[in-house]
């Protein structure tokens, strides 16, 4: 039995959302191909995720040196610590996400920000960072837009390439892939992209 968290970052609806329409179609295909595994949604926009400020930095850097935190910096500290528990803790991880102004949610952001900790998904050498994370499945469902896996557009794509930089940081680099894209800027193929995408989410989630 594999422990397996979903996280879902977007608010809109399924009828609004096309990678809210990817991650219910991956999460229904994955639960009848995989009934014996443990899931674990998380909704970022239903979560407490408060900014990755300078007291939770305080706190984060103080724990690793055990250095006495203050009230304020041991909350924010182990608010980032319980996510980044139940991160770690997934054998699989499965993440939704659109691209939004070039970029992915502030909520994803805050989130991947809690995940980022020398130490723990990561550690200095002398020859730069090194990854910590390792055996751990990740799919990612991505929707957008516009056309940016190439032409004048794909350079602004920071959304994907963010998450999955960040995600090589941390030592995972091999991940499983869904993206649907051109959706509006070709309304009359919209139909055909999205019923696409969302064939491949279900094959994706039926090997996963």
């Known amino acids: 039995m594999s422990n397996v968290l979903f996280i879902k970052a977007n608010g809109?609806?399924?009828?609004r959302?096309?990678?809210?329409?990817?991650?219910?179609?991956?999460l229904d295909a994955y639960q009848k191909s995989h009934p014996e595994d443990q899931v674990t949604e998380l909704n970022?926009?239903?979560e407490e995720l408060p900014y990755y400020d300078?007291?939770?930095m305080s706190g984060l850097h103080k724990e690793a040196g055990g250095e006495p935190l203050t009230e304020d910096e041991k909350r924010l500290a182990d608010i980032a610590n319980g996510y980044l528990d139940q991160f770690l803790k997934a054998d699989k991880v499965v993440m939704a996400f659109p691209l939004w102004n070039?970029?992915?949610?502030?909520?994803f952001l805050t989130y991947l920000f809690y995940l980022n900790q020398a130490g723990k998904t990561f550690k200095y050498t002398p020859e730069g960072p090194v990854g910590l994370v390792h055996g751990k499945k990740v799919a990612l469902l991505n929707a957008r837009g516009g056309?940016?896996?190439?032409?004048p557009l794909e350079s602004y794509e920071m959304s994907l390439n963010y998450v999955k930089n960040i995600l090589s940081h941390f030592g995972i680099t091999e991940t499983e892939m869904?993206?649907?894209?051109?959706?509006?800027?070709?309304?009359d193929q919209a139909k055909d992209l999205i019923q696409a995408g969302r064939d491949e989410a279900v094959k994706l989630a039926e090997q996963f």
């Open 147 to 151: 056309i940016y896996s190439d032409g």
């Open 12 to 15: 809109l609806p399924a009828e």
């Open 102 to 107: 070039f970029s992915i949610p502030a909520q």
């Open 17 to 26: 959302s096309v990678s809210v329409t990817l991650y219910e179609t991956f």
């Open 44 to 46: 970022l926009f239903e």
């Open 54 to 56: 300078g007291v939770m």
């Open 178 to 187: 869904v993206v649907v894209e051109g959706h509006n800027a070709r309304p």
